[in-house]
């Protein structure tokens, strides 16, 4: 792997974002190399929880500025099957048999909201900054969408997917992206905090508590499937229309 780093300590797993140096934006290589490291996780009886956090000082920038401009060079159908990609990472975090906290280092754009949105538990440092700021490139917000409607609900969503401005970390808190709070020194003693409850139940009563909050509030993995194939095909008319190359 190249994009993420994968620690392991007793039986938490730690996924790192480690693109440091574009701030850990995504590109084609960091979505399937964090998906499939997902996927493993998954299956590894040995896991009890997922940390999701990023290198350096930004949690995620979102999309890399450079694979959009690929992107935007390819057709239709190439952007819909590249947004499918990223849908099937959000799902499967989303829906990950693990109790998962998102570790929110530093800022968070685009695609990084969304996967704070598909974290069962958000601790954000204090300085943090979130934006969805799509609609300045031409685009939406569509494939994380479910999530961050889920998470911060559709009032809040309607004004941060259209005015696209940036929002500091209590205001993140008070709409329900974030769950707390922490100076940036005190994060590992925040989530340590958060293992430890977890670590009193039962994984397999974790798993199904897990599944009955997301089914009661109506997502289920089909109906996610069902939803992402429509954005997908959304994001991908958008990307390849004139406004959004121009922008």
């Known amino acids: 792997m190249t994009s993420i780093r994968l620690d392991r300590q007793h039986h938490t797993a730690t996924l790192t974002l480690a693109r440091g140096k574009v701030h850990n934006a995504f590109d084609d290589t960091l979505i399937a190399e964090l998906t499939a490291a997902l996927e493993q996780l998954d ?65 968070a754009y685009g695609g990084g909201v969304g996967l704070i949105a598909c974290c069962d538990y958000a601790i954000g440092a204090e300085g943090a900054k979130f934006s969805l700021s799509e609609v300045k490139l031409g685009l939406v917000p569509a494939v994380i969408s479910p999530y961050v409607v889920a998470a911060i609900g559709p009032r809040h969503a309607r004004r941060l997917f259209t005015g696209a401005e940036v929002i500091e970390a209590p205001e993140a808190m008070a709409i329900g992206l974030l769950h707390s709070l922490s100076p940036v020194a005190e994060l590992d003693e925040a989530v340590d905090r958060a293992l430890h409850f977890w670590a009193k139940g039962g994984p397999v009563a974790q798993r199904e508590a897990k599944q009955l909050a997301l089914r009661m509030s109506g997502m289920t993995r089909e109906s996610a499937e069902r939803t992402d194939a429509e954005n997908a095909a959304l994001i991908a008319r958008l990307r390849v229309s004139p406004k959004a190359r121009k922008a």
């Open 43 to 107: 299956t590894d009886d040995s896991v009890r929880a997922v940390v999701l956090t990023g290198e350096g000082s930004t949690f995620s920038a979102g999309a890399d500025l450079g694979w959009m401009r690929r992107m935007a060079k390819a057709s239709e159908a190439e952007n819909r099957e590249d947004s499918l990609k990223l849908a099937k990472l959000m799902r499967t975090l989303n829906f990950l048999s693990k109790p998962t906290i998102a570790r929110v280092n530093g800022s």
